[in-house]
C-alpha cells in the first residue's frame, strides 16, 4: 500500500515564528541536526520552511496509513545526505512502529515565496 501527502509553507510565517519565539519554536519543532544544517545556508528560513513543510507532507501520509499514531514534528527529522538529496529518519516510538516503512520525500523552495514538499509512505 501506498500513500502520499503534502504541504505547502509560506516562508515568512516560519521567519515570523523563529523571530517571535525564538529557539522555543525551532527545538519543538527541529532536531538540532536540523538547525545546524538550515543555519549553515545563506537563508536559513528557506530550508528551515522546506523542512517544516517535509515534516507536514510525512505526517499526512502516516495519518492516512494510521490515524492514530502520534506524530511530533521533531520525531520526524529531515536529514540531507552528501549529494544533498533529503531523506527522513525517525525518533521516538515512531521509529519502532514504522521500521517496516518506506518513506520518501522531496522538497523545493523560493527565496521570499514558499516552501513545497511531498511525502511518499510505502508499506
Ligand atoms: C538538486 C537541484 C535539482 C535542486 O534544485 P533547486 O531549484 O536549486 O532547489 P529547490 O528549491 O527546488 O530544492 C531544494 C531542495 O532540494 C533537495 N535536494 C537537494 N539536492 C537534491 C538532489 N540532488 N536530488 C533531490 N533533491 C535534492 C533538498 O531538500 C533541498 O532543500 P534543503 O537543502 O533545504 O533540504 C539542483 O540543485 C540541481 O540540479 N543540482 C545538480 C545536481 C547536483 O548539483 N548534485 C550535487 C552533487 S554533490
Known sequence: MIKVGVDIVKI????????????RFLEKNFTSAEIDYCNSKAYPCQHFAGKFAAKEAVKKALLSL???LMVLMRNVE???GIDGIPCIELHGALKEICKDYCIE???SHEKNGYAVAMAMVAI
Open 12 to 23: 515568512d510565517r516560519i521567519e515570523n515564528m523563529i523571530e517571535k519565539y525564538g529557539r
Open 66 to 68: 494510521n490515524p492514530t
Open 78 to 80: 529531515v536529514k540531507n
Open 105 to 107: 520525500v522531496s522538497i
